[in-house]
Protein backbone atom coordinates (compact mmCIF):
# COMPACT_ATOMS: atom_id res chain seq x y z
CA UNK A 1 0.00 0.00 0.00
CA UNK A 2 1.61 3.24 -1.07
CA UNK A 3 2.27 6.37 1.43
CA UNK A 4 0.19 8.63 -1.31
CA UNK A 5 -3.24 7.62 -2.13
CA UNK A 6 -4.95 7.73 -5.31
CA UNK A 7 -7.68 6.33 -6.54
CA UNK A 8 -7.56 2.96 -8.60
CA UNK A 9 -9.48 4.81 -11.54
CA UNK A 10 -11.54 7.14 -12.46
CA UNK A 11 -13.66 7.61 -16.33
CA UNK A 12 -15.40 9.94 -18.06
CA UNK A 13 -17.12 11.05 -21.63
CA UNK A 14 -14.98 12.48 -24.05
CA UNK A 15 -14.69 15.78 -23.51
CA UNK A 16 -15.83 16.18 -20.44
CA UNK A 17 -13.13 17.00 -17.38
CA UNK A 18 -11.61 14.46 -14.40
CA UNK A 19 -9.76 14.97 -11.59
CA UNK A 20 -7.41 12.64 -10.36
CA UNK A 21 -6.29 12.88 -6.23
CA UNK A 22 -3.33 12.10 -4.33
CA UNK A 23 -3.37 12.22 -0.49
CA UNK A 24 -0.37 12.37 1.36
CA UNK A 25 1.03 13.30 4.81
CA UNK A 26 3.39 16.58 6.04
CA UNK A 27 6.06 15.04 5.76
CA UNK A 28 5.61 14.72 1.81
CA UNK A 29 3.44 16.86 -0.06
CA UNK A 30 2.62 18.74 3.03
CA UNK A 31 6.10 20.76 2.45
CA UNK A 32 7.44 18.86 -0.99
CA UNK A 33 6.84 20.31 -4.30
CA UNK A 34 4.62 17.30 -6.47
CA UNK A 35 4.91 16.22 -9.90
CA UNK A 36 2.23 14.36 -12.08
CA UNK A 37 3.41 11.41 -14.93
CA UNK A 38 0.97 10.00 -17.51
CA UNK A 39 1.83 6.29 -18.94
CA UNK A 40 0.72 5.38 -21.82
CA UNK A 41 0.03 1.89 -22.08
CA UNK A 42 3.60 0.06 -22.86
CA UNK A 43 5.64 2.97 -22.48
CA UNK A 44 8.17 4.83 -19.95
CA UNK A 45 5.91 7.51 -18.07
CA UNK A 46 6.03 11.14 -18.95
CA UNK A 47 6.33 14.29 -16.93
CA UNK A 48 2.89 16.35 -17.08
CA UNK A 49 2.77 18.81 -14.36
CA UNK A 50 5.87 19.47 -11.81
CA UNK A 51 6.38 21.70 -8.90
CA UNK A 52 2.51 21.41 -8.09
CA UNK A 53 1.30 23.36 -11.36
CA UNK A 54 3.46 24.04 -13.81
CA UNK A 55 3.53 22.25 -17.48
CA UNK A 56 6.46 20.85 -19.46
CA UNK A 57 7.28 22.41 -23.00
CA UNK A 58 4.43 20.45 -24.98
CA UNK A 59 1.80 20.08 -22.62
CA UNK A 60 -1.53 21.15 -23.31
CA UNK A 61 -2.88 23.98 -20.72
CA UNK A 62 -5.66 20.92 -20.46
CA UNK A 63 -3.54 19.59 -17.92
CA UNK A 64 -3.53 21.15 -14.47
CA UNK A 65 -2.59 20.84 -10.85
CA UNK A 66 -3.03 21.72 -7.44
CA UNK A 67 -1.72 21.55 -4.27
CA UNK A 68 -3.88 22.36 -0.67
CA UNK A 69 -2.03 21.39 2.23
CA UNK A 70 -1.11 17.26 2.26
CA UNK A 71 -3.15 16.62 -1.34
CA UNK A 72 -3.05 17.24 -4.42
CA UNK A 73 -5.27 16.88 -7.67
CA UNK A 74 -4.64 16.21 -10.88
CA UNK A 75 -7.49 17.86 -13.90
CA UNK A 76 -7.60 17.35 -17.23
CA UNK A 77 -10.37 18.87 -19.43
CA UNK A 78 -11.59 18.34 -22.79
CA UNK A 79 -11.14 14.70 -22.47
CA UNK A 80 -9.65 12.72 -25.61
CA UNK A 81 -9.47 8.79 -26.11
CA UNK A 82 -6.10 9.29 -26.13
CA UNK A 83 -5.98 10.35 -22.62
CA UNK A 84 -6.36 6.79 -21.31
CA UNK A 85 -3.54 5.87 -19.67
CA UNK A 86 -2.11 5.59 -15.96
CA UNK A 87 -1.80 8.74 -13.72
CA UNK A 88 1.02 8.85 -11.17
CA UNK A 89 1.75 11.47 -8.62
CA UNK A 90 4.96 11.47 -6.96
CA UNK A 91 7.23 13.45 -4.22
CA UNK A 92 9.75 13.93 -1.68
CA UNK A 93 9.38 12.37 1.22
CA UNK A 94 11.23 14.17 4.05
CA UNK A 95 11.29 11.66 6.78
CA UNK A 96 12.11 9.60 4.66
CA UNK A 97 14.90 11.55 2.54
CA UNK A 98 13.23 9.43 -0.14
CA UNK A 99 10.71 9.84 -3.39
CA UNK A 100 7.38 7.94 -3.37
CA UNK A 101 5.30 7.21 -5.81
CA UNK A 102 1.13 7.19 -5.48
CA UNK A 103 -0.10 3.67 -6.45
CA UNK A 104 -1.60 5.11 -9.78
CA UNK A 105 -4.77 5.93 -11.53
CA UNK A 106 -5.90 4.46 -14.58
CA UNK A 107 -8.14 6.65 -16.66
CA UNK A 108 -10.55 5.38 -18.96
CA UNK A 109 -12.09 7.97 -21.46
CA UNK A 110 -15.67 6.29 -22.11
CA UNK B 1 18.49 16.41 -27.36
CA UNK B 2 18.74 14.30 -24.15
CA UNK B 3 18.63 10.55 -23.97
CA UNK B 4 18.93 8.07 -21.90
CA UNK B 5 19.06 4.19 -22.40
CA UNK B 6 19.40 1.52 -19.87
CA UNK B 7 21.53 -1.76 -20.42
CA UNK B 8 22.01 -5.04 -18.76
CA UNK B 9 20.85 -8.64 -18.58
CA UNK B 10 17.48 -9.25 -18.84
CA UNK B 11 17.45 -12.71 -16.86
CA UNK B 12 18.96 -12.82 -13.66
CA UNK B 13 18.98 -15.96 -11.24
CA UNK B 14 17.42 -16.00 -7.55
CA UNK B 15 20.39 -14.76 -5.00
CA UNK B 16 22.47 -13.05 -7.37
CA UNK B 17 22.73 -9.21 -8.05
CA UNK B 18 20.85 -7.69 -10.89
CA UNK B 19 23.26 -5.11 -12.64
CA UNK B 20 22.03 -2.26 -15.23
CA UNK B 21 24.20 0.59 -16.90
CA UNK B 22 22.03 3.88 -17.88
CA UNK B 23 23.86 5.98 -20.31
CA UNK B 24 23.13 9.63 -20.91
CA UNK B 25 23.92 11.11 -23.66
CA UNK B 26 23.04 14.84 -25.48
CA UNK B 27 24.49 16.07 -22.05
CA UNK B 28 26.58 15.61 -19.30
CA UNK B 29 25.67 13.69 -16.51
CA UNK B 30 27.84 16.45 -14.31
CA UNK B 31 25.67 19.01 -14.98
CA UNK B 32 25.24 20.33 -11.18
CA UNK B 33 21.45 20.54 -11.13
CA UNK B 34 20.10 17.18 -11.62
CA UNK B 35 20.12 13.99 -9.49
CA UNK B 36 19.97 10.77 -11.74
CA UNK B 37 17.56 7.79 -10.65
CA UNK B 38 16.19 4.22 -10.79
CA UNK B 39 12.55 3.86 -10.96
CA UNK B 40 10.95 -0.36 -11.30
CA UNK B 41 7.69 -0.96 -12.30
CA UNK B 42 6.71 -4.65 -11.78
CA UNK B 43 4.60 -6.19 -14.34
CA UNK B 44 0.59 -4.84 -13.98
CA UNK B 45 1.67 -2.82 -10.97
CA UNK B 46 2.64 0.58 -10.53
CA UNK B 47 5.78 2.56 -10.08
CA UNK B 48 8.38 2.24 -7.07
CA UNK B 49 10.98 5.04 -6.78
CA UNK B 50 14.48 3.37 -5.98
CA UNK B 51 16.99 5.66 -5.76
CA UNK B 52 19.23 8.71 -6.94
CA UNK B 53 22.42 10.01 -7.18
CA UNK B 54 24.41 13.43 -7.44
CA UNK B 55 27.47 13.90 -9.56
CA UNK B 56 29.20 14.02 -6.51
CA UNK B 57 27.97 10.62 -5.41
CA UNK B 58 25.38 11.69 -2.99
CA UNK B 59 23.12 8.73 -2.90
CA UNK B 60 19.42 8.64 -1.91
CA UNK B 61 17.52 5.11 -1.69
CA UNK B 62 14.80 3.82 -1.04
CA UNK B 63 14.15 2.99 2.78
CA UNK B 64 12.24 -0.48 1.63
CA UNK B 65 15.65 -1.65 -0.74
CA UNK B 66 18.45 0.01 0.73
CA UNK B 67 19.90 -2.82 2.54
CA UNK B 68 20.26 -4.35 -1.01
CA UNK B 69 20.76 -1.21 -3.63
CA UNK B 70 23.89 0.40 -4.56
CA UNK B 71 23.88 3.17 -6.86
CA UNK B 72 26.98 4.62 -8.76
CA UNK B 73 27.82 6.86 -10.97
CA UNK B 74 31.13 7.27 -13.48
CA UNK B 75 31.17 11.34 -14.83
CA UNK B 76 34.24 10.09 -17.33
CA UNK B 77 31.25 7.92 -19.18
CA UNK B 78 28.24 10.03 -18.44
CA UNK B 79 26.98 6.64 -17.49
CA UNK B 80 24.93 5.78 -13.64
CA UNK B 81 24.33 2.61 -12.62
CA UNK B 82 22.52 0.05 -10.42
CA UNK B 83 23.43 -3.19 -8.30
CA UNK B 84 20.16 -5.15 -6.41
CA UNK B 85 21.79 -7.60 -4.56
CA UNK B 86 19.94 -11.14 -3.68
CA UNK B 87 16.84 -11.11 -5.79
CA UNK B 88 13.80 -12.91 -5.83
CA UNK B 89 11.12 -13.11 -8.00
CA UNK B 90 9.57 -10.50 -6.57
CA UNK B 91 12.10 -7.67 -8.11
CA UNK B 92 11.55 -8.54 -11.43
CA UNK B 93 10.23 -5.64 -13.34
CA UNK B 94 10.43 -3.04 -15.58
CA UNK B 95 13.45 -0.95 -15.07
CA UNK B 96 13.79 2.63 -15.56
CA UNK B 97 16.36 5.28 -15.66
CA UNK B 98 15.39 8.90 -15.59
CA UNK B 99 17.08 12.31 -14.41
CA UNK B 100 15.67 14.15 -11.24
CA UNK B 101 15.68 17.97 -11.35
CA UNK B 102 17.57 19.40 -8.81
CA UNK B 103 15.37 21.63 -7.44
CA UNK B 104 11.49 20.68 -8.07
CA UNK B 105 12.37 16.69 -8.13
CA UNK B 106 10.60 16.34 -11.00
CA UNK B 107 11.59 13.11 -13.09
CA UNK B 108 11.82 15.15 -16.44
CA UNK B 109 13.52 12.59 -18.44
CA UNK B 110 13.20 8.52 -19.31
CA UNK B 111 14.74 6.20 -20.68
CA UNK B 112 12.65 3.69 -22.50
CA UNK B 113 12.86 0.86 -19.55
CA UNK B 114 14.81 -2.36 -19.76
CA UNK B 115 12.91 -5.79 -18.30
CA UNK B 116 14.66 -7.96 -16.01
CA UNK B 117 13.15 -11.43 -14.58
CA UNK B 118 14.40 -13.10 -11.56
CA UNK B 119 13.93 -16.83 -12.90
CA UNK B 120 16.40 -20.05 -12.02
Known amino acids: QSVLTQPPSVSAAPGQKVTISCSGS????????ISWYQQLPGTAPKLLIY???KRPSGIPDRFSGSKSGTSATLGITGLQTGDEADYYC???????????FGGGTKLTVL | QLQLQESGPGLVKPSETLSLTCTVSGGSISRSNYYWGWIRQPPGKGLEWIGI???????YYNPSLKSRVTISIDTSKDQFSLNLSSVTAADTAVYYC????????????WGQGTLVTVSS
Open chain 2, 53 to 59: IYYSGTT
Open chain 1, 51 to 53: ENN
Open chain 1, 90 to 100: ETWDTSLSAGL
Open chain 1, 26 to 33: SSNIGNNY
Open chain 2, 98 to 109: ARRFYGSGALDC
